[in-house]
C-alpha cells in the first residue's frame, strides 16, 4: 500500500535506489519503557493523553521502506500488542532503547511463535547487539541509504543474509537522504508532545556519553527545507501545541543551527505559532546570546542541559569540558531569564565524586529554577569511552539493563553501600512537595511568562486540574502558592504555566514516593552488606 501522497510528495532527499515490487506486509512495534521520570506516567491522565512522545524513529524508518510494502506501526505504550497484528504481518521490525529490552524481547518472541521473521533495530540493537537472540536479523546503526540488505533479506529469504546487518563502523548517513517521517502512520492524538530531528552528533567528547558513538562528533544537519517540510507535514495531519526537537545537542553545529532557526521562526509566524518547541542542547548555550534569542524567537520555551555535577573534578575526569567554561549557574539564570525553561540532567558515581557530593548536588540544585531536576547514577554503557576504560581496569560487572535504581554496572570508587544510601537521599530530598514546589516557584519569578495558546483541549484540562490538584489534591497547598505567584508576577496569562508545572509535578513527585524509593530500599538491602535505610 503506498503511502499518502503528501509523504511521497514532501520528500527532499533523493531516492538512491530502484523501486522494489515484491508486496510485503511489515509491522513496525515500538517497545514499551516500564514507568520512568521521563515518561510522565502519572501526569498524562490530566492531559487525557496515553505517552509522552511518539516512536519518531520507527515513522522515520517507515518513510524509507519500499512503497510497495503495506505498513502497521504499533506502540506499545498506547496499547498491548495484539496476536491479529502479528498473524496479519510477513515480517516484524522491533525498535527500543536498553531499557526496554524486556519488552523488545517479548514482542519478538511472540512473533517467532507464530512463525515470523523478526527484526530488531534502534539504540539498544545498535550497541548491543548481542543482547537479544531471539530475532532473525540485527540492524544496526541508521536507516538512511543502508536498507538494501535488510530489504533484500525480508522479501527474499531462501538466498539467506547474515543475522548482523549494516554494523557498526560504516559511514554515517548524510540526512540530504532522510525522508519526511510517516507521520500519518501514528496516533498523534494519543501524545503529549509531537516530535521531528534536526540534527545527529555532538561535537563534545564526554566520557560517558553514547550518542558519539552512535551518532558521531561531526554533528549533521538536515536542510531548512527538510525541517519545514517535516513542520508542515505535521500541521496538516492536525498536530498543535508542544513539540520536541529530539536533538542530543540542538547547537552541536551552530552555524546551521543559525540559518535554521530564521525560517522556523518565519515559519511560525505565517502558521499562527502552532508548536512550542523545546529541545536539548549544551549549558554553553547560555555563551551564545545570539543564538538564545534566535531560539526564543522561533517559539523555543524550554532546553534539557546536561549539567551533570557542581564538581568540578568529576567535570574534568568525565571530559565534559563544555561545562567548565562558564558558572553553571549563572548559565541556568541567563537561559531562564531569556525565557526558556531549564530541565536538567545530574549524575552522581564520579570516580571523583566523595562522600559530600549528595549534599552538594541538593544544595547546588535548590539553589537554582530547575523544576525538573532529574538525577541518575553514572551508567557503563556498551561501546563508550567510559565503558573501555573500566573494562581495562576489570571493574565493568557486565551490561546495563537501562535501570537507574538497582547496583550500578560497574564497581564504584565510592562503593556501592555510600553511592547508592546518597543517591536515595538526595532523590528524598529533590521531590518532596516543599522542594519541587519551591524550584517552580524559583522559576516563575525569574522567567519571563508568555501566554499560552489556547487549544480545544486546554479547558477540560483546566477543570480537571482545578479539581484534582486544586481541591481534592494531597498538595492543594502548594499549588494554589504556585497560581498565586504566576498571577502576581505576570497576571491571568500565566496561571497556564503554573497548571503545566503541577501537573508535572504530580508525576514527579507520586513517582519518587511510590517507584523510586521503595526500589532502592529493595536494592540497598539486596547488596552483600544489607544498608538500612532511616525510617
Known amino acids: 500500500m503506498e503511502g499518502p501522497s503528501l509523504t511521497r510528495g514532501a520528500r527532499v532527499g533523493p531516492v538512491t535506489r530502484d523501486p522494489y515490487t515484491l508486496r510485503m506486509r511489515a509491522l513496525l512495534i515500538q517497545a514499551a519503557t516500564p514507568i520512568t521520570y521521563w515518561g510522565y506516567q502519572h501526569s498524562l491522565p490530566f492531559i487525557r493523553k496515553g505517552a509522552n512522545l511518539p516512536p519518531l524513529g520507527l515513522a522515520t524508518l517507515a518513510a524509507h521502506l519500499p512503497e510497495t510494502w503495506e505498513l ?49 533495530g534502534g539504540p539498544a540493537a545498535t550497541t548491543s547487539p548481542e543482547a537479544f537472540p531471539e530475532a532473525t536479523h540485527v540492524f544496526c546503526g541508521e536507516a538512511e541509504g543502508r536498507l538494501d540488505r535488510l530489504v533484500a533479506a525480508l522479501e527474499h529469504p531462501e538466498h539467506g543474509a547474515e543475522r548482523i546487518l549494516s554494523p557498526p563502523g560504516l559511514d554515517r548517513p548524510d540526512l540530504s537522504l532522510t525522508r519526511v517521517p510517516r507521520f500519518d502512520l501514528l496516533a498523534l492524538d494519543r501524545y503529549a508532545s509531537f516530535a521531528i530531528q534536526v540534527s545527529r552528533g555532538c561535537p563534545f567528547s564526554c566520557e560517558f556519553c553514547d550518542i558519539i558513538e552512535v551518532f558521531g562528533r561531526t554533528p549533521r544537519v538536515k536542510s531548512s527545507a527538510q525541517v519545514l517540510a517535516e513542520l508542515d507535514a505535521l500541521h ?20 546551521a543551527a543559525a540559518q535554521i532557526l530564521p525560517e522556523i521562526a518565519r515559519w511560525q509566524r505565517e502558521k499562527l505559532h502552532p508548536f512550542e518547541l523545546f529541545t536539548e542542547a549544551s549549558l554553553d548555550l547560555a555563551s551564545e546570546p545570539a543564538l538564545l534569542a534566535a531560539m526564543v524567537g522561533a517559539g523555543f520555551t524550554a532546553v534539557f542541559v546536561g549539567i551533570e555535577t557542581p564538581n568540578v573534578a568529576s567535570l574534568r575526569e568525565t571530559g565534559k ?22 530541565f536538567a540532567g545530574f549524575i552522581v558515581g564520579f570516580d571523583c565524586d566523595g562522600p559530600d557530593i549528595f549534599e552538594r548536588q ?46 550500578p554496572n560497574f564497581a564504584p570508587a565510592m562503593g556501592d553501600a555510600p553511592l547508592m544510601a546518597g543517591y536515595r537521599k538526595l532523590l528524598a530530598a ?70 503545566t508545572l503541577a501537573i508535572l509535578g504530580e508525576h514527579l513527585i507520586r513517582y519518587t514516593e511510590e517507584e523510586v524509593l521503595p526500589r532502592l530500599d529493595r536494592a540497598l538491602a539486596a547488596l552483600p552488606v544489607p544498608v538500612a535505610v532511616p525510617g
Open 72 to 120: 502497521r506501526l504499533r506502540d506499545l505504550h498506547l496499547a498491548p500488542l495484539d496476536d491479529a497484528d502479528l498473524r496479519w504481518a510477513d515480517a516484524v521490525l522491533v525498535s527500543g532503547m536498553l531499557a526496554q529490552s524486556a519488552s523488545i524481547r517479548e514482542a519478538l518472541v511472540r512473533a517467532a511463535r507464530l512463525g515470523k521473521v523478526t527484526v530488531v
Open 236 to 255: 496538516r495531519l492536525g498536530a498543535r501545541g508542544p513539540l520536541f526537537v529530539v536533538d542530543d545537542n540542538f547547537i552541536g553545529n551552530r552555524r
Open 321 to 342: 569540558k563544555q561545562n567548565l567554561r562558564m558558572d553553571p549557574s549563572e548559565a541556568v539564570h541567563l537561559l531562564t531569564r531569556a525565557g526558556l525553561e531549564v
Open 362 to 407: 541538593a544544595d547546588f540544585i535548590t539553589s537554582l529554577p530547575i523544576p525538573r531536576a532529574m538525577v541518575g547514577l553514572l551508567t557503563a554503557l556498551p561501546g563508550t569511552a567510559l565503558w573501555r576504560r573500566l573494562e581495562k581496569e576489570q571493574r565493568i560487572r557486565g551490561a546495563s539493563g537501562g535501570d537507574q535504581f538497582d547496583r
Open 430 to 499: 529533590l521531590f518532596t512537595a516543599d522542594a519541587y514546589f519551591r524550584r517552580c516557584i524559583r522559576h516563575l519569578e525569574e522567567s519571563p511568562i508568555r501566554p499560552a495558546a489556547l487549544r480545544t483541549d486546554s479547558v477540560a484540562t483546566f477543570f480537571r486540574t482545578l479539581w484534582r490538584l486544586g481541591v481534592v489534591g494531597a498538595r492543594r497547598r502548594w499549588f494554589w502558592r504556585l497560581v498565586a505567584t504566576a498571577v502576581r508576577r505576570a497576571g491571568i496569562p500565566a496561571i497556564p504555566r503554573a497548571f
